[in-house]
């Protein structure tokens, strides 16, 4: 995906097994962060470091959607053990990261950590990876949405 890109179409299970479809995002800039794995010391950080900035995106209407290609169950124990308040989405296919454009690092060994930030209309407008400076991910998407 480059800047100016529209959000693809996508729909996936979230951590209570609805069906989340990405239209849903219109109308609000969100913030769309994929991971490599629940539970990981890298994926916790960076979980727990959107968790402590949530109400900042609260408070201007920005949804925030964690992805990674674990299971529904898995998401659902990751959000209660770390009292996520925003959706984690089940790409178990890795249809989506592949959507996005995500390459693995480490000779595609660890699926990428990368964040995308939308505006309300659906188009993006910052996109950031690091897979080690997994907290930069917020202040990326903080400062790409004026905060």
Avoid at 108 to 118: A, D, K, Q
């Amino acid at each position: 995906m480059e800047i100016g890109d529209n959000i693809p179409a996508f729909s996936l299970q979230d951590d209570k097994g609805n069906e989340f479809n990405s239209e849903s995002l219109k109308g609000n800039p969100s913030v769309v962060y994929f991971y490599p794995k629940d539970e990981t010391a890298g994926c916790r950080a960076q979980a727990c470091s959107f968790r402590d900035s949530f109400e900042d995106f609260e408070e201007k209407g920005i949804k925030v959607i964690g992805i990674s290609s674990d299971s529904v169950e898995s998401h659902a124990k990751f959000k209660e053990h770390h009292r996520l308040p925003f959706t984690l989405l089940a790409d178990t296919k890795k249809r989506v990261r592949n959507m996005f454009g995500i390459k693995g690092n480490m000779f595609g060994l660890i699926p990428g950590r990368e964040t995308f930030v939308f505006d309300a209309a659906g188009k993006l407008i910052h996109k950031f990876e690091s897979q080690v400076n997994v907290t930069k991910h917020v202040k990326e998407a903080l400062s790409a949405l004026g905060i």
